[in-house]
């Protein structure tokens, strides 16, 4: 059963990035889709664009897959990569974890998802070793089967390239694939200072869960493929879970215009300062620990309960108590501006005293 909250000014709005609205150039690229008369399921000049924009950030041919969500991203991709008899290994804070009800065991026909564990919401790599191997070869065992990667993690943390390259070392020596959860892959690819190469591909990913829709689309996640070999398995996966939209070019025009002149990157690159603002002022107040430095758009902390209370009287959204008592989640996103971060702050400030 849903909850219904009310629409909150965006302003105080930092229950999730999903809350924010869409990035004028994108709208504008719908509305611009809409005119004229184009071929359906993705044979127009909208997918086309979008193709070439991914090819060109990711300096190769890519497959993609344009989807609605990315739940039906991290489902699909994982079922092309692990048979219902096999396993997903990932963080067990991973959102295809504990907040897919699960989709990837559905999309898969069975699949298991096993967790390792790792501080800061990251895989160990010890653990992973030890989790590739586990009753491999047994009948009476799953078998590992695919590696999955959140980036950035749900708790705000960022895999570094090395740990991504030991990470997929350790599966692909082990003869399992790797999949990136990349909701919010802009948030992690502007922190760390990288390419969208370096960052897949070239670290070992065989297929990315590319998210736009937090960074300022509308409707639109990719599936991103470096392998050619599992195209086409994707392709009727994704036709068959009802993801090959009959007019793909909305879907694709978000995409095209998400990726023009950096936009991805500039939402992100905002949506990161934002946390870090945060952060570095709630450092500053008595009573208000951070858990850890923000590296990407998501910010955790502990607050007294009656500054949690007085922010929720004033009108302010955000997740709390929902891990532990006490503590507080604010998601910043691209539509945050240094104004809304400094009323925030002086909310709390005047709240502690």
Known sequence: MSTAIAITPSSRAFISDNMAGASEQIVQAV????????????????????????????????????????????????AALTPPWGSVLSHPGSHINTDECGAPEFFTNGAKLVGV????SKIDPEALR???????????????????ISQATESGSVYTLEEIRRLSAIAKDAGLRVHMDGARFANALVHLGATAAEMTWKAGIDVLSFGA????????????????VLAAELAFRAKRAGQLASKMRFHAAQIDAYL??????????????????????????????????????????????????????EGYAFYHDRWEPGIVRFVTAFSHSADDIDQLLDAVRRLAF
Not at 213 to 218: E, F, S, V
Request: proline share 6%; hydrophobic share 40%.
């Open 117 to 120: 564990p790792g501080s800061d």
């Open 130 to 148: 030890a989790a590739v191997r586990r009753r491999a070869g047994d009948v009476h065992s799953v078998q590992p089967s695919v590696v999955s």
């Open 213 to 228: 829709t937090k960074n300022g689309a509308m409707t639109a996640d990719a599936i991103v493929c470096f392998d050619p």
């Open 31 to 78: 509305a611009d889709a809409a005119v004229g008369q184009v071929l359906p399921y993705g044979n127009d000049p909208f997918t086309d664009n979008a193709r070439r924009r991914l090819g060109e950030i990711f300096e190769r041919d890519v497959d993609v897959f344009p989807v609605s969500t990315g739940s039906a991203a991290n489902g699909l991709s994982l």
């Open 260 to 313: 023009t002149d950096d936009l991805w990157l500039q939402n992100a690159r905002q949506a990161n300062a934002m946390a870090t603002r945060l952060g570095d002022g709630l450092k500053a107040i008595p009573g208000a620990g951070l858990l850890a430095t923000p590296q990407a758009n998501i910010l955790f902390c502990r607050l007294p309960q009656q500054v949690t209370e007085g922010l929720l009287a």
